[in-house]
């Protein structure tokens, strides 16, 4: 079901300067180790923008709508999250651009581009499970990046351990602070609602019959009526509060935006329990766009001409019309589609006739757009991610970094008759980066496939099949550690047994060693050759 919210009417405003309507914008990312709730919280955040009448579940039983946020086959098959989606919706007068990121490993090369096109992060953490390896990874880019971090301790419905305690752990283990602005009352697992620190007051949900797909009702005692209601676990959530204050673990917008405290509430995405708190939250305090550096460091000003860059292509998103979409995040400027823009790699000009807002595999066409808006343009096949677009003034932003891969395999057509569309999808697949080719020769024509985790296999083999008609068998997977290296260290390289060189697309030499400690071996015996980590964040 399509959003029928209107996006802000910028013809309305008095103003239509890209500054003023970017102060009007949200554009952020939710990220986490995998099943944390992000794509059942991104639901709900539809949910209460009124983007959709009912919210779709991860698992959908049969008759229950579908995620919006995982439309593919196989993250519906799976009920993981395998791409990240972009979702642009209205909510109080504001136009929110949200990334849903997958939190498998394996997937985050997509979820770290996504994160270039974000402004501030929302981190879901599982009460039972507090930091997991995954979330530190994702907080590292996100700190790297110094994108503010707001923080949301989900399924309060189950039990799960000491809020307090996880407090700890995140300085612990994260470094950042983190200020509770609500406060469970109840214990995980016998949750009745939370504290809102900002006025003392309790803020009750109560159950929807559909199970959450329809919004919980709220409804606000005073600390009074909370203590004659609730008993013992108000006045032991009490208790805790008043501790947070004493510790001054309270609000604090500029380390806030500095990236050293996150603004933390507490809830249940599947009961909708304190989701309206949180998507408040983003508006109120996450910040909205501002000017981005170029590769050069220098800042483009919002209201510069037009510029943006491509974080993600995706093809086949909808069945009915299978075709290619760009993903650009707005830079500066006032986007009017049908503009003639320069591409940034080419320096060709590049017409946005097909210029659309996304929503999930949905797209509307849009006629403008201003700076943190994400727009997808369709039938782009000469972007490629990193790409810089302009108007006049020109302008090369950072490029986004490949991750190294740690995989291999070769692929083969099933059926050597279906050739064309092997080659065909494999080209799409890799620019989309499902994975990376690799050849051992640049005019080699066999594809060697590189990947940071084997579900990248799983889904370029699917998506090979049921997208292109062109199943494939693999070769492998197996495991290399990878350098990259130069023409003159290469040389000596390919004497050697136990590691390969091989041509990435953009020119890069990456040498593959068999083993770990071969590579250690390599390295020690020959200092002065190149074999340089890549480095991501
Ligand atoms: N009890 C409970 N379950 C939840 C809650 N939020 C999400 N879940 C369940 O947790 C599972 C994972 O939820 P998702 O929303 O797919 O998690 P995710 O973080 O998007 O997972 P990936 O995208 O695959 O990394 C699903 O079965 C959800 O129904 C919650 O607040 N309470
Ligand atoms: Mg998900």
Redesign the pocket.
């Known amino acids: 079901m399509k959003a029928t919210t209107p996006m802000t009417a910028p013809l309305e405003r008095a103003t239509t300067r890209p500054s003023t309507e970017a102060a009007c914008r949200r554009t952020f990312a939710i990220i986490?180790?995998?099943?944390?709730?992000?794509?059942?919280?991104?639901e709900k955040f539809l949910l209460y923008a009124g983007a959709v009448q009912e919210a779709g579940?991860?698992?959908a039983r049969a008759g229950r709508r579908k995620?919006t946020s995982?439309w593919m086959a196989l993250e519906q098959e799976r009920?993981?999250?395998i791409s990240s989606t972009v979702l642009q919706f209205g909510y109080r007068g504001f136009t929110v651009n949200l990334l849903?990121?997958?939190?498998?490993r394996d997937f985050s090369e997509d979820t770290y581009r996504v994160l270039t096109a974000a402004d501030a992060a929302v981190m879901?953490l599982d009460v039972a499970k507090g930091i997991e390896p995954q979330t530190l990874k994702l907080f590292e880019v996100c700190h790297a990046r110094r994108l503010p971090v707001i923080t949301f301790l989900?399924?309060?419905?189950?039990p799960g351990r000491s809020p307090l305690e996880l407090l700890d752990e995140i300085e612990d283990q994260i470094g950042l602070v983190a200020t509770p602005v609500t406060w469970p009352v109840g214990e995980p697992g016998d949750f009745h609602g939370v504290i809102d620190r900002r006025n003392g007051a309790f803020v009750g949900f109560s159950r929807t019959a559909r199970g959450g797909a329809a919004e919980a009702e709220e409804f606000s005692l005073t600390p009074e009526q909370a203590a004659a209601s609730f008993g013992a676990a108000w006045a032991h959530a009490f208790e805790e509060a008043a501790l947070l204050d004493e510790v001054g673990a309270s609000l604090d917008v500029p380390s806030f935006l500095a990236g050293r405290t996150s603004p933390l509430f507490v809830?249940?995405?599947?009961?909708n329990f304190g989701v309206r708190h949180l998507l408040d939250a983003v508006i109120d305090l996450a910040p909205g766009p501002s000017a981005i550096e170029d590769a050069d460091g220098v800042p483009r000003e919002l209201d510069a001409p037009f510029s943006g860059f491509v974080f993600k292509v995706q093809a086949n998103m909808n069945p009915a019309h299978r075709d290619h979409v760009a993903f650009v995040r707005v830079c500066s400027g006032h986007f009017e589609r049908g503009m003639i823009l320069t591409h940034g790699t080419t320096g060709k000009p590049f017409a946005t006739k097909y210029a659309a807002s996304v929503f999930g595999s949905e797209r509307e066409t849009i006629d403008e757009a201003w700076p943190g808006d994400v727009i997808g343009l369709v039938n782009a096949s000469g972007l490629r991610v990193g790409d810089s677009l302009y108007e006049s003034d020109p302008v090369t932003f950072p490029p986004i970094p490949a991750f190294p891969p740690e995989l291999i395999a070769t692929a083969h057509p099933r059926d050597l008759s279906r050739s064309k569309q092997f080659k065909r999808g494999l080209a799409q697949l890799e620019q989309e980066g499902v994975v990376q080719i690799l050849r051992r020769s640049v005019d080699d024509p066999t594809p060697i496939l590189a990947a940071v985790g084997v579900m990248q296999f799983d889904v370029l083999q699917h998506r090979m099949e049921h997208e292109f008609g062109a199943a494939l068998s693999l070769t492998g997977p197996h495991e290399r550690t990878v350098r990259l290296t130069d023409e003159a260290t290469a040389e000596q390289l390919r004497t050697l047994s136990g590691v390969e060189v091989l041509h990435r697309g953009d020119g890069a030499l990456l040498a593959l060693f068999q083993s770990p400690y071969w590579l250690a071996r390599v390295a020690s015996d020959h200092p002065d050759w190149m074999l340089e980590q890549i480095v991501t964040t």
């Open positions: 986490s180790h995998p099943d944390a709730g992000k794509t059942t919280l991104t579940a991860v698992k995620a995982d009920g993981i999250s849903d990121t997958p939190g498998h879901v989900n399924k309060c419905d189950r809830g249940s995405a599947l009961t």
